[in-house]
């Protein structure tokens, strides 16, 4: 799974999230970063308003928790969904001996996880 601090960069160099179901994501809150939630038509979905969309929880009697703005959450893009905002860019992931390496181009992205390689790459296309 995709790192926060990736997440947090990806996030704060502008890619953006349609919730969508199947899309993982932490509440950005002290207490709740370690809590991955999952959006789905039967617990969480997105409820589209002219505010912007929010999440909802339903079904969730054990919670206080209604709702959220999508603002207040951070999305935790798959590898999938990484390779996918890469586009055209990317060319391949290879495995190395202690991880995973992204190329796209002459340039290369390595990490321990492919999910965080990608990310570095995205990063690098999204000019951060």
């Given at each position: 799974?995709?790192?926060?601090?990736?997440a947090?960069?990806?996030?704060?160099?502008?890619?953006?999230?349609?919730?969508?179901?199947?899309?993982?994501?932490?509440?950005?809150?002290?207490?709740?970063?370690?809590?991955?939630?999952?959006?789905?038509?039967?617990?969480?979905?997105?409820?589209?308003?002219?505010?912007?969309?929010?999440?909802?929880?339903?079904?969730?009697?054990?919670?206080?928790?209604?709702s959220?703005?999508?603002?207040?959450?951070?999305?935790?893009?798959?590898?999938?969904q990484?390779?996918?905002?890469?586009?055209?860019?990317?060319?391949?992931?290879?495995?190395?001996?202690?991880?995973?390496?992204?190329?796209?181009?002459?340039?290369?992205?390595?990490?321990?996880?492919?999910?965080?390689?990608?990310?570095?790459?995205?990063?690098?296309?999204?000019?951060?």
């Amino acid at each position: 799974m995709l790192s926060l601090g990736l997440a947090r960069r990806l996030r704060d160099a502008g890619l953006t999230w349609e919730p969508a179901s199947g899309d993982r994501f932490v509440l950005l809150g002290p207490e709740m970063t370690d809590d991955v939630f999952v959006l789905s038509d039967m617990v969480a979905d997105v409820h589209h308003f002219p505010s912007g969309p929010v999440i909802g929880f339903n079904g969730t009697v054990e919670w206080a928790l209604d709702s959220v703005s999508a603002d207040d959450a951070l999305w935790l893009p798959t590898e999938e969904q990484l390779r996918e905002r890469l586009g055209d860019a990317f060319d391949r992931l290879e495995r190395t001996g202690d991880g995973f390496r992204v190329v796209c181009g002459a340039a290369a992205f390595e990490a321990l996880w492919a999910d965080d390689a990608y990310a570095l790459a995205l990063l690098e296309r999204l000019g951060a």
